[in-house]
């Protein structure tokens, strides 16, 4: 079954700070990728995905991820913080075959502070 | 038009009673998730239905028991809640056959048990 680790459980950044936050999955087959935002108090919200092609996979709101396959990361990026992005950012992870659930990282608390 | 919507938003029981929460999802997705998120925000799957057909069971105590009446629905119910259950409890769905397109996720179940 596949599995997903991230690193950062929580992240500070100033407003206009660059943003990284580390994704690494488990898995041996095919997957695609995701990364899901919750802001406080709400649902998740899909940021973006990757199923194929270019690994760098542009998503809202001026996000961005890169799948690296040979390092199994799908690792998230921003250039420019603002207060805006506080949330909790989970990365996700589903086989490409079979009735595998989508599996989620325990996610990375963002704070931006002014 | 709310895509996934649960009901009810909050729910606060005691110890012993039993609940359910619903699901209603109004995508055509064929497709439909509970995820448990703990007090740590990770999230969990549950169950899965597809076509009213379970098929994904999670390791979950059997007080919880799932019911799909229909495939735009997938309704929880909990037996003699616990201290432990406390929980946000989230309702997703997807197109089994288009998963790389991810899960839609509804607001979310917060129960609170006492």
């Known amino acids: 079954a596949q599995s997903v680790s991230q690193h950062n459980h929580h992240v500070i950044l100033s407003e206009a700070a660059s943003l990284e936050l580390g994704c690494n999955y488990s898995y041996g087959g095919t997957v695609n990728l995701f990364w899901y935002v919750q802001y406080p108090g709400q649902h998740l919200q899909l940021l973006l995905k990757y199923f194929s092609g270019d690994p760098l996979v542009k998503g809202i709101k001026g996000f961005e991820a890169e799948f690296i396959k040979s390092k199994f990361s799908f690792n998230l990026r921003k250039p420019s913080v603002q207060w805006s992005d506080t949330a909790e950012y989970f990365c996700a992870v589903i086989a490409n075959s079979g009735n595998t659930p989508l599996v989620f990282g325990k996610g990375t608390r963002l704070s931006v502070i002014a | 038009d709310t895509a996934v919507s649960q009901t009810p938003k909050y729910l606060v029981t005691q110890m012993g009673n039993d609940k359910s929460i619903k699901c209603e999802q109004n995508l055509g997705h064929d497709t439909m998730y509970w995820y448990k998120q703990d007090s740590k925000k990770f999230l969990k799957i549950m169950f899965s239905y597809n076509n009213k057909e379970l098929i994904i069971n999670e390791t979950v105590p059997n007080r919880f028991s799932p019911k799909s009446p229909d495939k735009a629905h997938l309704n929880l119910h909990i037996n003699s809640l616990e201290l432990g259950d406390s929980a946000v409890y989230f309702c997703?769905?997807?197109?089994?056959?288009?998963?790389?397109?991810?899960?839609?996720f509804g607001s979310g179940t917060r129960l609170t048990v006492v």
């Open positions: 997703a769905s997807s197109q089994k056959d288009m998963f790389f397109y991810g899960y839609t």
